[in-house]
């Protein structure tokens, strides 16, 4: 489509931190009997995890060295992590309209 890419966003986490809220957010879904996804366990978390150091991991450095990678703290209160992501982007948050803005397959 000869599209470029802009930027990549890596959100850093404390896998320990993140697998307790994960497995909380289930628990608390679950307590409400609300719908639960069968891959909030920590078994296949911890698969996950895996998954992405082999796969997803090693392509920080190649966009780190093109000048693309931006890393922000995941682990802050949702407003705060997308205000940090704008910042990095040097973009103003809007209210998400059709046609917004994507960056690496996330939606803004």
Known sequence: MGLELD???ELMVVEAVLLDRIIYRAREAKAAGQPVRTDDNLEAL???FE???AQTEPL???YRTAGLLHTVDGLGPIDQVTSN???E???QPRTPVAGSLRVAGGCF
């Open 46 to 48: 911890k698969v996950r």
């Open 60 to 62: 920080a450095d190649y």
């Open 89 to 91: 982007l040097q973009l």
């Open 51 to 53: 998954v992405y150091r």
């Open 7 to 9: 930027a990549v966003l």
């Open 85 to 87: 992501l704008f910042a």
